[in-house]
């Protein structure tokens, strides 16, 4: 089971209350194969420049990540991206975002891409994703994610896009943002109502943990327990990477699987739990060498945490 991500590769500015850095490894493609390559064989597509190096390559290649379709445009500079956060952590500033080699970025699959089981459309204009989501015929279930600049500049071709998925993963004020509701209850039920609507809306709470929506129901996982936390970059994309493996491995032992709310619940705990490893360092630098072991650690603790006994008693009428 293999499973291809379109999106960014970057080349981050940092900085936060535990400190910061100038230039480290980032991009929406780069985060969330960190954390899918604990579950399957990722190919990543995206553009670099010249100055992303063969050990930078390396890098993304983690855990056996396939990089054949990383495009290095000759006399190209790499994406870059500043953010500042908050004292919180909860929200940034966006201090830079140098496009360079991403703002011409024709995403080019080769057969192997193309033949994927599983696609994730990370965050790039909603009309290069229609081009991927039409390049890769064979998948079976893909997921897509986007962010408020498209929502507000390109509504109709990311709706036309989210028609075309299987799953619609956006922080919970986008899902807003996309469908005007009042509550993120409200946003999820209205997509899930669309003529043509993805199976499952994930909402990422940021702090607050995720939840996941179906036609059969939906369940919430609270964000993983931890003393304190470095650098919230990538979080996002990490998470998303640990669902969308988990459901590629899913899929790998059974492919006539429904990928229905009881196997997103699951997929929704792994990815808390590599999202939980990410933040504690800068970039993704914890989980270049993190065993797969660490993540199922927090994964079973999140099944603990989520474990509700059931003990009834009489309520007055
Ligand atoms: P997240 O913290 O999950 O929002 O992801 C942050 C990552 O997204 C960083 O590593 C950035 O390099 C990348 N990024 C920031 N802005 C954009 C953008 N406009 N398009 C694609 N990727 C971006």
């Keep these: 089971m293999t499973v ?5 590769i970057a080349f981050d500015g940092v900085e936060t209350p535990s400190g910061k850095r100038d230039r480290i490894h980032g991009g929406a493609a780069f985060h969330f194969a960190q954390a899918a390559s604990f579950y399957t064989d990722v190919r990543v597509v995206g553009p670099v420049g010249d100055d992303y190096g063969d050990e930078d390559i390396a890098l ?7 990089t054949d379709d990383v495009e290095r445009v000759a006399g190209g500079k790499t994406f870059f991206w500043q953010g500042k956060y908050h004292d919180d952590l909860n929200s940034r500033d966006t201090i830079v975002t140098e496009l360079n080699v991403f703002e011409s970025f024709e995403p080019k699959l080769s057969a192997e891409s193309q033949a994927s089981d599983v696609l994730f459309l990370a965050n790039i204009v909603p009309a290069l994703q229609r081009a991927v989501r039409a390049q890769c015929q064979a998948a079976k279930w893909v997921a897509l994610d986007s962010m408020d600049l498209w929502i507000d500049i390109a509504h109709g071709d990311l709706v036309a896009a989210i028609g075309e998925i299987d799953c619609l993963i956006l922080n919970d004020g986008e899902l807003q943002q996309l469908t005007g509701a009042a509550t993120t209850y409200a946003a999820a039920q209205a997509i899930l109502a669309w003529d043509e609507a993805p199976s499952a809306i994930i909402a990422k709470l940021g702090s607050y943990g995720a939840t996941v929506y179906t036609q059969d129901g939906g369940f919430t996982v ?8 470095v650098d919230p970059t990538g979080a996002g ?3 998303a990477g640990g669902v969308v493996g988990y459901v590629a491995a899913r899929l790998a032992a059974d492919p006539d699987l429904v990928v229905d709310r009881d196997v997103l619940a699951t997929a929704l705990l792994h990815g ?11 970039g993704a630098e914890k989980l270049y060498d993190l065993p797969g072991s660490a993540v199922q650690a927090r994964v079973d603790r999140l099944v603990e945490l989520t474990r509700v006994p059931e003990a009834p008693v009489a309520l007055r009428a």
């Design 4 to 8: 291809t991500v379109v999106g960014s």
């Design 60 to 66: 993304l290649g983690t855990r056996g990540t396939n």
């Design 272 to 282: 808390t739990a590599t999202a939980s490893h990410n933040v504690e360092a800068f």
């Design 237 to 239: 994309d990490t998470f």
């Design 222 to 229: 609270p964000v993983f327990p931890l003393e304190s936390v």
